[in-house]
Structure formats: C-alpha cells, structure tokens
C-alpha cells in the first residue's frame, strides 16, 4: 500500500478511519507536487465492513464540491498509525 501511497494516480479510493468508529472513503481528484487532494465521500460507517456499501455507491458518493489536501509525508503517517485501511486503485 506505501506504493501507492508514493506513487498516487487520479481516482485511486482510500479507505480511512477517521477515529473511532467513523469510517469513510476519500477518491484523488488531482496530484500537485507533493500534495494529494481527494474528493471526501458523502457518507461514513461506524463499521469498517460498511466501507464496501458506501464504494457501491460509486461516483456519485462523493462530494466533489469538497476538496481536502494532504501532503505525500503526513498520507505515509496516517497509514503507519491505521488512519489509511487500503487503497483501491482500479
């Protein structure tokens, strides 16, 4: 997954928990450098097994009039302490 990570493409979809017990997905909407900045989806799930429901929803389940940035550095510490479940890259 820090393959990924480090080498993003445009409409990969991350699975993240966001604390406890809030689960959503974020899709890349672009790369700029350094920074990956991501569509958030619409919906969240208390339950990582509900992140599969909330990726049925597709394009349209996510809220493309919301783009929140990270940099490459702070995505590799969110997977090292769990925030980033996975990546799906299709």
């Known amino acids: 997954m820090t393959g990924f990570i480090l080498a993003p493409q445009k409409n990969d979809v991350y699975e993240l928990n ?3 017990d809030v689960y959503t997905l974020y899709k890349i909407k672009k790369i700029v450098s350094d920074t990956i900045y991501f569509w958030p989806s ?3 799930t208390d339950q990582a097994s509900g992140l599969s429901d909330i990726a049925d929803k597709g394009d349209k389940g996510f809220d493309e ?3 929140v940035g990270f940099p490459k550095v702070k995505l590799l510490e969110m997977h090292k ?3 980033i479940i996975a990546v799906d890259r299709k």
Do not use: H
Request: proline letters at 0%; aromatic letters at 8%; a positive charge.
């Open 65 to 67: 009039s919301i783009t």
């Open 81 to 83: 302490t769990g925030a």
């Open 42 to 44: 619409k919906f969240q």
């Open 18 to 20: 966001l604390k406890d």
